[in-house]
């Protein structure tokens, strides 16, 4: 409901959002996917509102999608992020970023692991709007993504990271509770995990305790260092 979805990204913002990322299309495993043209009926009607709320706070809109159709109607409306989850559709992506000077791009790091060289031959420019995801929950074990995790640091070196583990298997199989919304411990230590080893973004659902949790963990690290 796109009235209800508008609400939600209002109180994130409200709450210290830096990004809403907005998407048409469940990419959890074993999701049913759908066409780019479903897709942009169903974000449609969001996108324009949710670009205007984030302008008032000095935030940015991100779109989650792997479709080059629905990515470059997005910028068009404002959008300032893509957040591409396939490798098989960065190509098609980098293009409209190179061509939208503005915005970002968050890319699988598969795709920088297997190619070594791929940041190399980007431009400068195009190289700095270019943020890497581990891509943890998506068809990994436990063990794969404890790897992904402890990763970050080395990763970070290459790019901006995002990482996004909120509510994830990764945090049910950690903590032991199955009940999704429960896990607010969890996922705030894997936040703060992956700020302290260099993510640049997390991406979470709760907003208000993930803001509080960094903004007291940032005045730490600043007051060690006094």
């Known amino acids: 409901d796109s009235a209800e979805a508008i609400k939600r990204a209002k109180n994130m913002l409200d709450d210290g959002a830096d990004i809403i990322d907005l998407g048409g299309e469940s990419t ?4 049913v996917p759908i066409s780019h043209e479903e ?8 996108i324009g509102e949710v670009v205007r709320m984030c302008e008032r706070h000095s935030a940015k809109v991100s779109v989650d999608t792997y479709h080059v159709e629905t990515a470059t109607k997005a910028v068009a409306l404002g959008v300032k992020m893509i957040n591409c989850v396939y490798p098989m559709s960065v190509n098609g992506m980098m293009k409209i970023i190179a061509n939208n ?3 970002e791009l968050v890319i699988p790091a598969t795709v920088v692991e297997s190619d070594p060289g791929f940041l190399d031959r980007l431009s400068t420019d195009v190289r700095q709007r270019i943020i890497i995801d581990p891509m943890i929950g998506f068809n990994t ?8 995790l402890k990763n970050i640091s080395r990763l970070s070196k290459k790019a901006p990271v995002m990482v996004g583990a909120s ?7 950690l903590t032991g509770e199955k009940m999704t919304g429960k896990n607010l411990g969890g996922n705030l230590a894997i936040a703060l995990w992956s700020a302290i080893n260099g993510a640049s973004i997390v991406r979470v659902h709760d907003v208000k305790e993930t803001r509080q949790a960094l903004n007291v963990l940032t005045a730490l690290i600043s007051s060690s260092k006094e």
């Open 141 to 148: 074990t436990r063990e794969e993504d404890l790897e992904l």
């Open 39 to 46: 897709e942009w009926l169903r974000l449609s009607g969001v």
């Open 28 to 31: 959890r495993p074993g999701a």
């Open 101 to 103: 000077p503005e915005v």
């Open 167 to 173: 509510r994830k298997r990764i945090v049910k199989k």
